[in-house]
């Protein structure tokens, strides 16, 4: 049950922030947005989650609008070892994995 | 750093016959995850264990896939018979209970020619 959208892929210049969009129009009140994503022939990396507010680790920041229908994750200076799909995620509070839908997610290619 | 481990890398067998994938989860977590993923596509839950047990199967199909952890520590994900359409990444995953975070292995590369 697809509850995200995302671009199908988006380029992006090694050393220049990398902007992730995600359309989550349908998010429920206690619904997180979790953001993963997938190097060639790797499993799935947990990357950054949040519920309303703003949030930044040293992998990336996440930004949700204040009606909590997009998000956009931010890679601030994009390196090659970034290429990978972006999932954008909505979940109940907790994991839940039983109930994740990673959809396509968004091809990121970074380029030197 | 601990690792989910999964073996094989990779798997070519003919449709018909039986495929088996393995997975040893990182120490400690009880809760264990097989994901099917189609090229080009997201990972699709097939099982989840808790311990030994099975939580959520809904997505297994049951008619020729099965899965197992019979101590509650490893994991057998089984194909009989392998079909066409099942070739796919096969990932494990695991967490230390459920509800918490996941790390995933580097799956099985399953090609049915």
């Known amino acids: 049950d697809a509850k995200t959208t995302q671009p199908t892929s988006m380029d992006c210049a090694e050393g220049r922030a990398a902007n992730l969009p995600c359309n989550h129009s349908?998010?429920?009140?206690?619904?997180?947005v979790y953001w993963y994503r997938q190097i060639h022939s790797q499993g799935p990396q947990y990357i950054i989650h949040g519920l309303k507010n703003n949030e930044t680790n040293e992998m990336a920041s996440l930004i949700i609008t204040e009606d909590r229908k997009s998000s956009t994750l931010i890679l601030p200076h994009a390196t090659l070892r970034d290429t990978a799909v972006y999932y954008c995620i909505v979940s109940p509070m907790g994991y839940n994995f039983n109930k994740f839908y990673f959809g396509s997610g968004t091809k990121l290619n970074v380029k030197p | 750093e601990a690792e989910v481990a999964q073996s094989p890398r990779y798997k070519i067998t003919e449709k018909s016959q039986a495929v088996a994938f393995w997975c040893d989860p990182i120490?400690?977590?009880?809760?264990l995850y097989w994901y099917r993923q189609i090229l080009g596509q997201g990972p699709e839950l097939l099982v989840q264990?808790?311990?030994?047990?099975?939580?959520?199967d809904s997505q297994l199909p049951k008619d020729r896939f099965s899965a197992e952890r019979l101590k509650g520590v490893d994991s057998t994900l089984k194909i009989q018979p392998a079909e066409l359409g099942d070739s796919a990444m096969y990932l494990c995953?695991?967490?230390?209970?459920?509800?918490?975070?996941?790390?995933f292995g580097q799956g099985t590369r399953l090609t049915v020619v």
């Open positions: 995953a695991s967490s230390r209970a459920e509800n918490t975070e996941a790390f």
């Open positions: 264990f808790q311990d030994e047990s099975v939580v959520d």
């Open positions: 120490s400690g977590h009880a809760t």
């Open positions: 349908t998010i429920s009140g206690n619904e997180y």
